[in-house]
């Protein structure tokens, strides 16, 4: 079974404060991505990673940065995280580019 | 601009009934397309998926239709379980995968 997993269930930051959202694979996956949900708003992309060191863009890529510098890690990062990035994140990893995405349990950030 | 549409944002059904989620589609370069469920506090999981050069797949409880022309795909669940109770996400894959808003189920027993 594919497990993908993300270092926080459920996170509280300030304004300004830099936040790290780790998301790990074991799967062997080439291609990792971030997205956000919100109510009515399905998953949007952020992120996502075709191979290790290598990033795109995804829809909503502003305020947020990724690195990958290990083939089963793909990490989020809020530089300064603002009130309107509360939501909740979700990592997924896949082994071809079409291929069906495998999902971690999410990571609820709430930004006061 | 939203390529993949859920218009339904809820659908409740009474057990042992179907349930129908529909979602459509902008874009004709879309070649597969999948449904995701999401129960709360969960990731998505992987329900079904079609490829473009079917119309139909069947998994036990749950089929997918494809109408290309119309560029719309529907889930049908028969029977409909208190269990399937969930967020419903469709996804349409071209170079990568694009996601609708979400349909609420709720099965009512």
């Known amino acids: ?112 | 601009d939203q390529q993949v549409k859920q218009n339904s944002p809820s659908l409740s059904v009474q057990e042992g009934r179907i349930s129908i989620l529909n979602c459509d589609y902008t874009n004709s370069m879309f070649d597969y397309f999948l449904w995701y469920k999401k129960y709360p506090a969960e990731g998505p999981t992987f329900l079904i998926s079609i490829s473009s050069i079917k119309d139909k797949n069947e998994d036990g409880r749950f089929t997918v239709f494809l109408n290309k022309s119309a560029k719309h795909l529907s889930l049908h669940i028969v029977p409909s379980q208190p269990g399937d109770s969930a967020v419903y996400f469709c996804a349409a894959s071209g170079s990568r995968l694009t996601f609708g808003e979400g349909t609420q189920l709720t099965v009512n027993p």
Request: with cysteine.
């Open chain 1, 1 to 112: 079974d594919v497990k993908v997993t993300q270092s926080s269930r459920y996170l509280v930051k300030r304004t300004g404060e830099k936040v790290f959202l780790e998301c790990v694979q074991d799967m062997d996956h080439e291609n990792m991505f971030w997205y956000r949900q919100d109510p009515g708003l399905g998953l949007r992309l952020i992120y996502f990673s075709y191979d290790v060191k290598m990033k795109e863009k995804g829809d909503i890529p502003e305020g947020y940065s990724v690195s990958r510098e290990k083939k089963e890690r793909f990490s989020l990062i809020l530089e300064s995280a603002s009130t309107n990035q509360t939501s909740m994140y979700l990592c997924a990893s896949s082994l071809g580019r079409e291929n069906e995405q495998y999902f971690g349990p999410g990571t609820r950030l709430t930004v006061t």
